[in-house]
């Protein structure tokens, strides 16, 4: 699948890399509880993916920003 990621905040590039590695490998997607709509995968300790239904389109970020999205 071809995804389309957006960055959320201040992202280094090293951290890009990575999820665009990791966009190549088999994603685990797992459920976001507060929010059944949303998906996120983890790329480090501090910057996840996330997908918002089923679209092609993830957010990269760091967790205050991510915790931002599920407090909405």
Request: proline content about 3%; glycine content about 2%.
């Amino acid at each position: 699948m071809i995804y389309n990621i957006k960055t959320q905040g201040y992202v280094p590039k090293k951290i890009k890399c990575k999820a665009f590695l990791k966009l190549e490998s088999k994603i685990h997607w797992r459920k976001v509880k507060r929010k059944p709509w949303m998906t996120s995968c983890k790329v480090t300790d501090c910057y996840r993916l996330l997908k918002i239904g089923n679209t092609l389109n993830l957010l990269l970020m760091d967790h205050k920003h991510y915790n931002y999205y599920l407090n909405q």
